[in-house]
């Protein structure tokens, strides 16, 4: 390829030579080969003062590897990896120690990137055979691993995967709250045109939040959530403390039926936005700053004390905005009367129950 400082440019009428895409992967090949050599100078001159007895180093260039077409962003591109000759023993193990690229592993034939977009493709209906033509024009004719086998044996590494998350053992740590909510997604799933996605992330007493179930359901109904529930249940997920959730009804029954000793916390987001719905703009910031000051309320008869000086500002105006709050005040301040940090171990920074309280989805 031509250098990329210039554009060359024939007779009248024939236009550009270089491609705007064959200077990206021209551009990205030449910054992925300064920084492969600055990765391995660096990495032979820490070592430079250890010698063997003879007095030689024992890290040392070696040449190139052969070369390899790697697919990244920008398209496919040839790459000449430098090598080392690390020639250190390691003293528990006693093999040679051996240097690793962090920036183009052993064996790496695709960018993360790259691989990142292939499972959002297939969600989007793209068969596997349609990804090789689908792809070639993008990231060139020869791009790496992108071929109806390949994409096959991907496919059935993430099923794998998914089967494995679905199935996973959860006895194995106590969890305080739970965050629940319907995700409503446009990716097509069976015959459901628009499918809910079911998603429970659990926070655990030392505060730490973690996934526990992702499921599709039809809508939020009852059943869908209650068959979520009981499978967690059935996997040994302890009865949390605090649920927190938006207003769908299925959620809470679900919850009644499954776990009817959790408190159920009702979504602040949600409850702030149909407050400030019913008030003028003008009183919205004002609106919004004392509504804050409720929910982050340390007790209820803190949060009680705060809600009557929004009601002394707005409530002979704007009945239904208070309305909306004293309908659902138990479940607005469910998170006043569970345990705080301090009385609960705590092996880093995470949600309070007060966290909670602010909900799981914005306002749809």
Same mark, same amino acid.
């Given at each position: 390829?031509?250098?990329?400082?210039?554009?060359?440019?024939?007779?009248?009428?024939?236009?550009?030579?270089?491609?705007?895409?064959?200077?990206?992967?021209?551009?990205?090949?030449?910054?992925?080969?300064?920084?492969?050599?600055?990765?391995?100078?660096?990495?032979?001159?820490?070592?430079?003062?250890?010698?063997?007895? *003879? +007095?030689?180093?024992?890290? #040392? /260039?070696? @040449?190139?590897?052969?070369?390899?077409?790697?697919? !990244?962003?920008? &398209?496919?591109?040839?790459?000449?990896?430098?090598?080392?000759?690390?020639?250190?023993?390691?003293?528990?193990?006693?093999?040679?120690?051996?240097?690793?690229?962090?920036?183009?592993?052993?064996?790496?034939?695709?960018?993360?990137?790259?691989?990142?977009?292939?499972?959002?493709?297939?969600?989007?209906?793209?068969?596997?055979?349609?990804?090789?033509?689908?792809?070639?024009?993008?990231?060139?004719?020869?791009?790496?691993?992108?071929?109806?086998?390949?994409?096959?044996?991907?496919?059935?590494?993430?099923?794998?995967?998914?089967?494995?998350?679905?199935?996973?053992?959860?006895?194995?740590?106590?969890?305080?709250?739970?965050?629940? *909510? +319907?995700?409503?997604?446009? #990716? /097509?799933? @069976?015959?459901?045109?628009?499918?809910?996605?079911? !998603?429970?992330? &659990?926070?655990?007493?030392?505060?730490?939040?973690?996934?526990?179930?992702?499921?599709?359901?039809?809508?939020?109904?009852?059943?869908?959530?209650?068959?979520?529930?009981?499978?967690?249940?059935?996997?040994?997920?302890?009865?949390?403390?605090?649920?927190?959730?938006?207003?769908?009804?299925?959620?809470?029954?679900?919850?009644?039926?499954?776990?009817?000793?959790?408190?159920?916390?009702?979504?602040?987001?949600?409850?702030?936005?149909?407050?400030?719905?019913?008030?003028?703009?003008?009183?919205?910031?004002?609106?919004?700053?004392?509504?804050?000051?409720?929910?982050?309320?340390?007790?209820?008869?803190?949060?009680?004390?705060?809600?009557?000086?929004?009601?002394?500002?707005?409530?002979?105006?704007?009945?239904?905005?208070?309305?909306?709050?004293?309908?659902?005040?138990?479940?607005?301040?469910?998170?006043?009367?569970?345990?705080?940090?301090?009385?609960?171990?705590?092996?880093?920074?995470?949600?309070?129950?007060?966290?909670?309280?602010?909900?799981?989805?914005?306002?749809?």
């Amino acid at each position: 390829m031509d250098d990329v400082g210039r554009l060359p440019v024939g007779e009248e009428g024939e236009g550009i030579k270089v491609t705007l895409d064959g200077l990206a992967r021209e551009g990205a090949r030449r910054m992925i080969a300064v920084a492969l050599e600055v990765e391995v100078e660096e990495y032979v001159c820490s070592f430079s003062e250890e010698v063997s007895g *003879d +007095g030689r180093r024992l890290v #040392v /260039r070696n @040449g190139r590897a052969q070369e390899r077409r790697v697919t !990244v962003g920008s &398209g496919t591109i040839a790459v000449r990896a430098p090598r080392v000759n690390d020639k250190r023993v390691d003293a528990e193990t006693g093999e040679r120690r051996r240097f690793s690229s962090r920036i183009l592993p052993a064996y790496a034939r695709r960018s993360p990137k790259v691989t990142e977009v292939l499972p959002v493709l297939y969600l989007h209906g793209l068969s596997t055979g349609d990804f090789g033509p689908a792809l070639r024009d993008l990231l060139g004719e020869d791009a790496a691993g992108l071929s109806a086998s390949s994409i096959g044996r991907l496919t059935e590494s993430w099923q794998a995967e998914h089967a494995a998350f679905r199935t996973r053992e959860l006895r194995f740590h106590q969890y305080a709250y739970w965050f629940v *909510d +319907g995700v409503h997604v446009s #990716v /097509r799933l @069976g015959e459901d045109p628009k499918p809910c996605l079911l !998603v429970v992330i &659990g926070v655990r007493e030392d505060g730490v939040k973690e996934l526990l179930a992702v499921e599709d359901g039809y809508r939020e109904s009852t059943d869908s959530w209650a068959a979520v529930m009981r499978d967690l249940k059935h996997r040994g997920a302890n009865e949390p403390k605090l649920v927190a959730g938006d207003g769908a009804l299925g959620t809470w029954a679900a919850l009644t039926d499954v776990y009817p000793n959790a408190r159920r916390q009702a979504c602040w987001v949600h409850a702030i936005a149909n407050v400030l719905d019913c008030l003028p703009k003008r009183l919205q910031p004002r609106a919004k700053t004392m509504l804050h000051e409720i929910m982050e309320a340390p007790t209820r008869v803190d949060a009680a004390a705060a809600l009557e000086r929004l009601r002394a500002e707005s409530a002979a105006k704007y009945p239904k905005a208070l309305a909306k709050l004293d309908r659902d005040w138990q479940h607005l301040t469910a998170h006043a009367a569970s345990p705080k940090p301090s009385d609960e171990p705590r092996s880093a920074p995470g949600e309070t129950a007060a966290d909670l309280s602010r909900g799981t989805a914005q306002k749809e």
